[in-house]
């Protein structure tokens, strides 16, 4: 029998709707032309893989009548050259359908990965045009999952789910018609034999199946806490929390459940099997007690008799795999509606249909905030009202408040991570807006408080912003940060592995690795955002100088923590519930006896 008529039940067992699957349905539908689309391109792929399931699926069940001419003509006969014939026509229907699987198989896989691949991509694409806020409100678990496991399942649908349809369903007709042709009274009888086969054995593997789903939410669990307590910053809250036997119990706990549910697993297999074992066993042992009563199985000679047998047999497998295709399908279709809610999602920064081009070399760098306004997508109130701000070409400007004023989300308008409700922003006269990102991250350079390192090398980490920069040019950004003896004193100097999240560093060495790596892009803008306030007061005077190197001759916008590093600001903002309260120079503000002053103390 073809090899592609053999169910996905020996490898997966049968299943049942997921309640879970169902409900994503219900409340995010996913439109058949939707899913049409994806294969638009693959038509003849597609024709190929279902022409070349039917071809081997009927071929296949040629054997059966080979086998009944052997026994019944060749072999009482004695007539060799047509044994000799039929021998090598079995040879040759097993190497046909065996070809034909394999080539199969390379079709189906093949154009399976291609469409994930483009789903992939699509998705990671449309992932990164989001805005920070997105990213705020979605745990980056999740996305992973979206984009790498819900994807990588719906291979199913393309290699599995949908050629099974046709391989189980061709084959399940012909092996009928043929059984038909053979003998008709046995294939009425079949009729009864076959449902409570199939009953039982689909009991049994759902009984597995559970199992399955529950060891899987397991290992989940034991993922999680070893995610929460073995990386960098769990180690560290666990170490000085004291938590590390709370956390080694809970692990022990939900390990111990695995050894409860393996063992169950395991006699469920084996319930399987051996269920399995007795269908294969009964059905043919059934056929051949039948056989004896003339009555009913008719004037049926023994190479009938085997050929039926054998074709009842290979009923049973496509049989049973189209009783999984609905769950299989819901199944899919419930990961597709996840994906396509991804797809679906608005790009709240939206890259401008025809940008205007600005060559960051000649670039001024003149800042103009018009009368901003900006309110958070889940936010009843303006975080930001009105505010009017012009920064020279060259000019300092500090912005300070209290906590929640909208001091980051200002800065965060500057560089685009979202857009104003309300008013635009200009550099050099251009709305930011109609910028591509291409140009906008090579005119305006940030530093935050959080610095994020990927881990990989020194080296990798500088020319991520610069990525044709060559060793010498490292160096010296790294020489204007005041970091290059630490790289330097390090054994392997630039292939220096940082370490997850840059833990290997210090927070100071850390922000001076950040200010070397923005120094390689050489904006003409450039946005502090309390790149010093965590930093205790000798490593802010370190990093505050590689800042100094910096901000020489660019265009800056500091949001301030510590008053202290804003005195030689050109001008002070002082930003109250989202509004411009005062501003001015550092004296004069103090002199006012206003906000400014009561925040310096």
Excluded at 370 to 396: K, M, N, W
Excluded at 581 to 600: K, P
Aim: hydrophobic share 50%.
């Amino acid at each position: 029998m073809s090899l592609m008529a053999t169910s996905p039940v020996e490898m997966r067992g049968p299943s049942r709707i997921n309640p879970a699957d169902r409900a994503q349905l219900a409340e995010s539908p996913v439109a058949f032309s939707r899913v049409a689309a994806m294969f638009r391109g693959h038509r003849l792929e597609l024709a190929a893989v279902t022409g070349i399931i039917v071809v081997a699926s009927v071929v296949g069940l040629a054997q059966p009548f080979l086998l009944r001419e052997i026994i019944d003509v060749a072999l009482p006969g004695g007539d060799t050259v047509l044994l000799a014939w039929l021998v090598a026509g079995m040879v040759a229907v097993a190497a046909v359908t065996g070809v034909l699987g394999v080539w199969q198989t390379w079709l189906a896989t093949g154009m399976g990965q291609r469409v994930m691949h483009t789903l992939r991509v699509k998705v990671f694409a449309h992932l990164q045009a989001q805005s920070m806020e997105f990213f705020k409100r979605t745990r980056g678990g999740e996305i992973q999952s979206r984009l790498l496991q819900d994807v990588a399942g719906l291979q199913s649908v393309v290699t599995t789910t949908a050629t099974s349809i046709a391989a189980n369903l061709t084959t399940a007709v012909a092996t009928a018609v043929a059984m038909l042709v053979l003998n008709w009274r046995l294939s009425l009888l079949s009729l009864l034999v076959l449902p409570p086969a199939i009953a039982l054995t689909r009991r049994v593997a759902l009984v597995r199946r559970d199992i399955t789903l529950a060891q899987q939410r397991a290992l989940a669990d034991l993922h999680t806490q070893v995610e929460e307590a073995l990386s960098v910053n769990g180690a560290m809250l666990t170490k000085t929390l004291g938590s590390g036997p709370a956390r080694e119990r809970d692990f022990a706990d939900t390990s111990s459940a695995l050894i409860d549910l393996e063992v169950r697993s395991q006699l469920a297999g084996r319930w399987r099997m051996a269920t399995m074992g007795i269908v294969f066993a009964a059905i043919p042992a059934l056929l051949y007690l039948i056989a004896g009563f003339p009555g009913l199985s008719g004037d049926i000679s023994i190479g009938t008799l085997i050929a039926f047998a054998s074709l009842q047999g290979t009923i049973f497998r496509p049989i049973m795999g189209l009783l999984n295709v609905g769950a299989q399908w819901v199944a899919s279709m419930a990961l597709l509606s996840r994906i396509f809610g991804y797809l679906d999602l608005p790009v709240e920064v939206p890259e401008p249909a025809h940008p205007v081009r600005l060559d960051p070399a000649s670039v001024l760098g003149e800042v103009r905030f018009e009368q901003v306004g900006y309110r958070f997508p889940d936010g009843t109130q303006d975080a930001l009202s009105g505010i009017d701000l012009s920064i020279g070409a060259g000019q300092s400007v500090a912005v300070v408040g209290e906590t929640g004023s909208g001091k980051s989300t200002l800065a965060a308008l500057l560089v685009r991570l979202a857009d104003p409700t309300s008013g635009r922003v200009r550099v050099d006269g251009v709305d930011l807006r109609e910028l591509a990102s291409e140009d906008r991250t090579r005119i305006v350079g940030m530093v935050t408080q959080e610095t994020y390192l990927a881990h990989t090398t020194i080296a990798a980490n500088l020319r991520e912003a610069a990525p044709g920069a060559s060793d010498e040019e490292l160096w010296a950004a790294l020489e204007a940060a005041q970091v290059a003896d630490v790289v330097a004193g390090l054994p392997d100097g630039l292939d220096t592995v940082v370490g997850a999240r840059g833990h290997r560093f210090s927070g100071g060495e850390r922000q001076r690795l950040a200010i070397a790596r923005t120094l390689l892009v050489n904006p003409p803008i450039l946005v502090l955002d309390e790149a010093t306030s965590a930093l205790d007061t000798d490593t802010e005077r370190e990093v505050q100088a590689a800042l100094d190197t910096l901000m020489a001759g660019r265009t800056t916008l500091t949001i301030a923590h510590r008053l202290s590093t804003v005195r030689g600001a050109d001008q002070i903002v002082v930003l109250d519930r989202g509004r411009i309260v005062e501003r001015g120079r550092h004296d004069e503000l103090l002199a006012r006896g206003g906000r400014y002053a009561r925040l310096h103390g």
